[in-house]
């Protein structure tokens, strides 16, 4: 992962083929963590209102499978620095600084302002378009 200002790399693990570029469609399951290490528990206020079939169980844990146009800004800053150059089956876990996520706005009853957040990331698959 090319090194960007504000995102610490903790934990990477290659997946296998061709890696995740801008323009690609993928698919991908997302957990944060507070930097005090309490998760957020934002896969289980998604899960329920979303249909089984964009959910996931691993390991006990129910994951949202999230499918993001990669450059189009369409998720926080952090997630898409951190997906491109992955491969699916790959992993990532990464420190974030707050002007690469939720900012001094925080996510209402889920991320404070200005917290540094601890991203898991699961690349699943690279869609054809």
């Not at 801008?22 to 963590?33: A, F, L, Q, T």
């Not at 289980?44 to 209102?49: G, L, V």
């Not at 993001?68 to 974030?96: F, H, S």
């Amino acid at each position: 992962m090319k090194a960007k200002s504000g995102i610490k790399l903790l934990d990477d693990r290659e997946g296998f083929g061709e890696s995740a570029k801008k323009g690609d469609k993928v698919i991908y399951n997302v957990r944060i963590h507070l930097n005090k290490g309490e998760e957020v528990p934002l896969n289980e206020r998604q899960a329920e209102a979303l249909p089984p079939t964009m959910l996931r169980t691993e390991n006990g844990r129910r994951l949202v499978d999230h499918e993001l146009l990669l450059g189009k800004r369409r998720a926080i800053a952090d997630i898409e620095y951190t997906l491109i150059g992955m491969k699916p089956g790959g992993y990532r876990k990464v420190r974030l600084s707050p002007h690469l996520a939720y900012r001094d706005e925080g996510l209402a009853d889920l991320i404070p302002p200005n917290a540094v957040l601890n991203v898991e990331l699961w690349l699943r698959q690279i869609v054809t378009i």
